[in-house]
């Protein structure tokens, strides 16, 4: 798939730029970024989800939240916390950083032989 546009000699490329260029990048670390962002307002999302219930346990008897809403509360901070925010947060690292260390060849990848000066040569292809 074609991610860049051809252009003529000379001729500057109008890079999008504001809302609309993040929206559509296709950087990694801008991706990477996005992740981390919507991760972190899950966190938060989650975090008033707990506090809502600590607040309906911190009395007995308490009346704040009924049986229902509680169960709701609790399916939902397990559910945003596990799968929206600790998730996508690992993915924001993943997305930040492993396309740029195995291109440089400093991590492992199948496509590179790491080495200590961080070059990186092509793995000889051992598919027949
Ligand atoms: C990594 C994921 C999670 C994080 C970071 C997290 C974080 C928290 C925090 C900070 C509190 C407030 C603690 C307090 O008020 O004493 C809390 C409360 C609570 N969490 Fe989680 N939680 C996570 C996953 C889960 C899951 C998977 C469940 C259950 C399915 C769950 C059930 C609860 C319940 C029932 C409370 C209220 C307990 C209380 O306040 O006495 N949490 N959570």
């Given at each position: 798939m074609a991610t860049h546009a051809a252009f003529m000699p000379g001729e500057a490329a109008?890079?999008?730029s504001g809302l609309w260029s993040w929206i559509t990048t296709v950087d990694h670390k801008r991706i990477g970024i996005l992740y981390g962002t919507s991760a972190f307002i899950f966190f938060l999302v989650g975090g008033i989800e707990a506090l809502i219930m600590r607040l309906q346990l911190a009395a007995p008897d308490n009346t704040l939240v009924g049986a229902q809403r509680f169960n709701e509360l609790f399916t939902m901070h397990g559910t945003t916390m596990v799968?929206?925010?600790?998730?996508?947060?690992?993915?924001?690292?993943f997305n930040y950083m492993i396309r740029?260390?195995?291109a440089r060849g400093t991590w492992p990848s199948p496509g590179s032989t790491p080495s200590p000066t961080g070059s990186s040569s092509p793995a000889p292809c051992s598919c027949t």
């Open positions: 109008a890079a999008p799968f929206l925010a600790i998730m996508p947060m690992s993915a924001a690292f740029s260390r195995s």
